[in-house]
Nanobody
Framework: QVQLVASGGGLVQAGGSLRLSCGYS????????MGWFRQAPGKEREFVVA???????VYADSVKGRFTISRDNAKNTMFLQMNNLRPEDTAVYYC????????????????????WGQGTQVTVSS
């Protein structure tokens, strides 16, 4: 059974930092596309970043230069370092795993990922 568990969310002031983690089990995602999405209240889930083992990560424009994705395949864990957080970053953050080794446009939407973590709340106060 594939399981992804996101953690590390919390309450932080604007300009602060948080590091999210996504541990996974039941499947090795080291060679597959993984991503982070977020969903703010009343809004649709939106793409944040995707990572592959072959190409550079792709970030949403809204987080580019502030967020950094990485993963430790030996520990089956993916990370999202979030710096210079803004109130508009407030959302539930979800990690996701795909069945593809190659990044494509489908990975910029939820439909590109069959595996999801439960989400972790990030709240940024002004």
């Amino acid at each position: 059974q594939v399981q992804l568990v996101a953690s590390g969310g919390g309450l932080v002031q604007a300009g602060g930092s948080l590091r999210l983690s996504c541990g996974y089990s039941g499947r090795t995602f080291g060679s597959y596309v993984m991503g982070w999405f977020r969903q703010a209240p009343g809004k649709e889930r939106e793409f944040v970043v995707a990572i592959t083992s072959r190409d550079s990560p792709v970030y949403a424009d809204s987080v580019k230069g502030r967020f950094t994705i990485s993963r430790d395949n030996a520990k089956n864990t993916m990370f999202l370092q979030m710096n210079n957080l803004r109130p508009e970053d407030t959302a539930v953050y979800y990690c996701a795993g795909s069945l593809s080794r190659y990044l494509s446009r489908t990975h910029y939407s939820s439909s590109g990922y069959p595996y999801w973590g439960q989400g972790t709340q990030v709240t940024v106060s002004s």
